[in-house]
Antibody, heavy 115, light 107 residues
C-alpha cells in the first residue's frame, strides 16, 4: 500500500531554515506529483507547492517564492521541502501529499519557530 | 488565484442527521474539485475527487455534486466518526486553493 513517511518534528530559531523529508513507498515515485501543504495551529489547509518527481520541475504559490525549495532524490523515493528565513508565522504542521488532487498524505511534520 | 468560499464555517448536528456543506469557486473550475476530511491531530483524508467521484474505500454516505461554480458535499445519516472538519480544494489551476473548512460538531 502507498505510504508517505515524513521526518520528525523540528524546532528552529527565527531566520533559520528547515528541511522536511517525505519518503514514499508502495508506488512508482516518479509517476505522481508530490505536493506540500501546511496547517498553522487552529487554522485551515494551505497549499505551498508541488514537485514533479520525474522532471524535478516545481510550482509554488507566490507567497513562498524565493523562500521554499522543493527537491527529490529518485534513488531513495524521497521528496524534500526546505523553507528558509523562518518566522513565527511558519510554525505549522507540514504535510506531503501524493497525486493531483492529493490522494495519500504523510503523517505531518510539526515545525516550531521560536526564539 | 481562484478563491474557494466554503460555508458554513461550522455546524452542529445530531447522529443520524443529513448534512450539506457548500463550496463556491470564484471562477469556473469545471469539475476539478476535491473534498477532504480531517480529524484533530490527524492528516487529511481524501474523500471525493472530480466533484462527485468517491475515492476507494470511502463509504457511499458521502456524496458530492456540482452546479456551475457551486459544489456540495452531503453526508447522509451522520455517524460519530463523521464529526470532523471538511475542506474543499480546487485543482483546476495553480496555485491549488482550499476552502476555509467546515467543522461538523455534535449537537
Amino acid at each position: 500500500q502507498v505510504q508517505l513517511v515524513q521526518s520528525g518534528a523540528e524546532v528552529k530559531k527565527p531566520g533559520a531554515s528547515v528541511k522536511v523529508s517525505c519518503k514514499a513507498s508502495g508506488y512508482t515515485f516518479t509517476n505522481y506529483y508530490m505536493h506540500w501543504v501546511r496547517q498553522a495551529p487552529g487554522q485551515g489547509l494551505e497549499w505551498m507547492g508541488r514537485i514533479n518527481p520525474n522532471s524535478g520541475g516545481t510550482n509554488c504559490t507566490q507567497k513562498f517564492q524565493g523562500r521554499v525549495t522543493m527537491t527529490r532524490d529518485t534513488s531513495i523515493s524521497t521528496a524534500y521541502m526546505e523553507l528558509s528565513r523562518l518566522t513565527s508565522d511558519d510554525t505549522a504542521v507540514y504535510y506531503c501529499a501524493r497525486d493531483l488532487p492529493p490522494v495519500d498524505w504523510g503523517q505531518g511534520t510539526l515545525v516550531t519557530v521560536s526564539s | 488565484d481562484i478563491q474557494m468560499t466554503q460555508s458554513p464555517s461550522s455546524l452542529s448536528a445530531s447522529v443520524g442527521d443529513r448534512v450539506t456543506i457548500t463550496c463556491r469557486a470564484s471562477q469556473d473550475i469545471s469539475y476539478y474539485l476535491a473534498w477532504f476530511q480531517q480529524k484533530p491531530g490527524k492528516a487529511p483524508k481524501s474523500l471525493i475527487y472530480a466533484a462527485s467521484s468517491l475515492h476507494s474505500g470511502v463509504p457511499s454516505k458521502f456524496s458530492g455534486s456540482r452546479s456551475g461554480t457551486n459544489f456540495t458535499l452531503t453526508i447522509s445519516s451522520l455517524r460519530p466518526e463523521d464529526f470532523a472538519t471538511y475542506y474543499c480544494q480546487q485543482y483546476n489551476s495553480y496555485p491549488l486553493t482550499f476552502g476555509g473548512g467546515t467543522k461538523v460538531e455534535i449537537k
